[in-house]
């Protein structure tokens, strides 16, 4: 029997040398934005003559940031649970229940996906404009639950593909209820998948900016509203510093995800163990 010869060198070699100039290639931008931040002249510019940390006391003393991060706070923390709520329970509906109109239901569910947000939220400007509504902050609550649904859908579902039904047949068997049944252990187990769906979709809302820019007013305008506006009128490394705290916090919360969750087995990236 004839043994497959391993890969050609060239391969060996220029595969890793490809990603690598991928990933550099990707990875570019944030790194000019990284060192503009620190940037000590008033002007965006890079390389930076000089350094200092000026732009970023600015970005936690200026009043329009602090309202801009309270508002986002505020529809970043109802929206999520909101998705959480019903995209669990749509999630378990769907994987469980069988009924006409199943698959249709599914590809609206997840049509967020496809469909430019601008769309979305021109869309409900134009509903709310003809139907005479005003324009607070349960529309964009409303908005960015539409938004991000579709990853507290998929993420919950992944987990219910791992969970064995055979566990709460079993509870059920012994004699406990269906509300006992369902907190004890159907929950429980798809809670990795909830935390998943959540943190996404909560990251998601707090940096959705195309459809909130349609559904927002002065009053309830997130904070990347607020950078849109303020880069309109200034052009000083403001901005740079508020993307250097948006990417270390993201990143962090991912990676303390992954430590404590495994975000693999929760997207089904990897099996579990």
């Not at 539409?146 to 509870?171: G, T």
């Not at 309830?220 to 009128?233: G, K």
């Not at 490394?237 to 705290?245: E, K, M």
């Given at each position: 029997m004839r043994i497959r010869s391993a890969a050609p060198l060239w391969l060996r070699?220029?595969?890793?040398?490809l990603i690598a100039l991928i990933l550099a290639f990707v990875l570019?931008?944030?790194v000019v934005v990284f060192l503009a931040s620190f940037n000590d002249k008033a002007l965006l510019t890079f390389p930076p003559e000089s350094w200092s940390l000026r732009?970023?006391?600015r970005v936690f003393t200026y009043a329009d940031f602090r309202d801009g991060f309270h508002a986002s706070l505020v529809v970043t923390i109802w929206s999520s649970v909101l998705a959480l709520v019903i995209g669990t329970g749509l999630a378990v509906a769907v994987k469980r229940m069988e009924f006409p109109g199943k698959n249709l239901l599914q590809a609206i569910l997840l049509s967020p996906l496809v469909i430019p947000h601008f769309t979305v939220g021109l869309g409900l400007l134009i509903l709310v404009a003809q139907l005479d509504i005003e324009r607070g902050y349960g529309l964009v609550i409303l908005c960015h639950?539409?938004?991000v649904l579709p990853f507290v859908l998929r993420s919950v579902y992944v987990s219910m593909e791992n969970l064995d039904e055979r566990l709460e047949q079993s509870a059920a068997s012994l004699g406990a209820s269906p509300l006992r049944v369902l907190l004890t252990i159907t929950v429980p187990l798809l809670a990795p998948g909830m935390f998943g769906g959540w943190m996404f979709a909560a990251i998601m809302s707090f940096s959705e900016f195309t459809a909130s820019l349609f559904v927002t007013t002065q009053r309830t305008q997130t904070l990347p509203v607020t950078m849109y506006n303020y880069v309109r009128e200034f052009a000083d490394p403001t901005l740079a510093a508020l993307s250097v705290v948006y990417?270390?916090?993201?990143?962090a919360l991912l990676i303390f995800a992954n430590r404590f969750l495994g975000l693999g087995r929760v997207l089904n990236i990897e099996e579990p163990r």
């Amino acid at each position: 029997m004839r043994i497959r010869s391993a890969a050609p060198l060239w391969l060996r070699i220029g595969a890793p040398i490809l990603i690598a100039l991928i990933l550099a290639f990707v990875l570019l931008p944030v790194v000019v934005v990284f060192l503009a931040s620190f940037n000590d002249k008033a002007l965006l510019t890079f390389p930076p003559e000089s350094w200092s940390l000026r732009w970023f006391r600015r970005v936690f003393t200026y009043a329009d940031f602090r309202d801009g991060f309270h508002a986002s706070l505020v529809v970043t923390i109802w929206s999520s649970v909101l998705a959480l709520v019903i995209g669990t329970g749509l999630a378990v509906a769907v994987k469980r229940m069988e009924f006409p109109g199943k698959n249709l239901l599914q590809a609206i569910l997840l049509s967020p996906l496809v469909i430019p947000h601008f769309t979305v939220g021109l869309g409900l400007l134009i509903l709310v404009a003809q139907l005479d509504i005003e324009r607070g902050y349960g529309l964009v609550i409303l908005c960015h639950v539409m938004l991000v649904l579709p990853f507290v859908l998929r993420s919950v579902y992944v987990s219910m593909e791992n969970l064995d039904e055979r566990l709460e047949q079993s509870a059920a068997s012994l004699g406990a209820s269906p509300l006992r049944v369902l907190l004890t252990i159907t929950v429980p187990l798809l809670a990795p998948g909830m935390f998943g769906g959540w943190m996404f979709a909560a990251i998601m809302s707090f940096s959705e900016f195309t459809a909130s820019l349609f559904v927002t007013t002065q009053r309830t305008q997130t904070l990347p509203v607020t950078m849109y506006n303020y880069v309109r009128e200034f052009a000083d490394p403001t901005l740079a510093a508020l993307s250097v705290v948006y990417i270390v916090l993201t990143a962090a919360l991912l990676i303390f995800a992954n430590r404590f969750l495994g975000l693999g087995r929760v997207l089904n990236i990897e099996e579990p163990r």
